[in-house]
């Protein structure tokens, strides 16, 4: 049988373990690749811009489809507020694309981005 002082270090490393390996996950999802999730966001804002609304709407769906991949992954480090807002935020992204509403693209788009660098970081700020 272990002691105390084993079964802590031994369930301190699976901890550690699960930490590191929901970090690396995370990191693959949405910082690696290019464009990573984040250069995504900016290209929806810019092809609104440029009034080119097709591949905004495209990008919309990229996003859409890296988080809806990524759900499991942020739910599980950090369901929240943020969390919610993320989800909020993108669905009014989708929609102001298609309705070619560029002042909503813009303020979605900061915002999702805003939420994003929260969601993602080591230690979240409240919003």
């Known amino acids: 049988?272990?002691?105390?002082?084993?079964?802590t270090v031994?369930?301190?490393?699976?901890?550690?373990?699960l930490?590191?390996?929901l970090f690396?996950?995370?990191?693959?999802?949405?910082?690696?690749?290019?464009?990573?999730?984040?250069d995504r966001l900016r290209k929806?804002?810019?092809?609104a811009v440029q009034g080119n609304w097709s591949e905004a709407q495209?990008?919309?769906?990229?996003?859409l489809h890296t988080r809806k991949k990524?759900?499991?992954?942020i739910a599980i480090k950090y369901a929240d507020?943020?969390?919610?807002?993320?989800?909020?935020?993108l669905d009014v992204l989708k929609a102001a694309t298609e309705e070619k509403d560029l002042r909503t693209v813009r303020y979605s788009t900061k915002e999702a981005l805003v939420l994003f660098d929260n969601i993602t970081s080591l230690s979240p700020k409240s919003p």
């Open 70 to 73: 990524g759900h499991t992954l």
């Open 1 to 7: 049988m272990l002691k105390q002082k084993s079964l």
């Open 81 to 89: 507020t943020s969390f919610t807002l993320m989800n909020v935020t």
């Open 19 to 21: 930490l590191c390996g």
């Open 24 to 38: 690396a996950w995370q990191y693959r999802l949405f910082q690696s690749g290019n464009p990573n999730f984040e």
């Open 58 to 63: 495209q990008e919309v769906e990229s996003v």
């Open 44 to 47: 929806v804002e810019s092809y």
């Open 10 to 17: 031994v369930l301190s490393a699976i901890l550690l373990f």
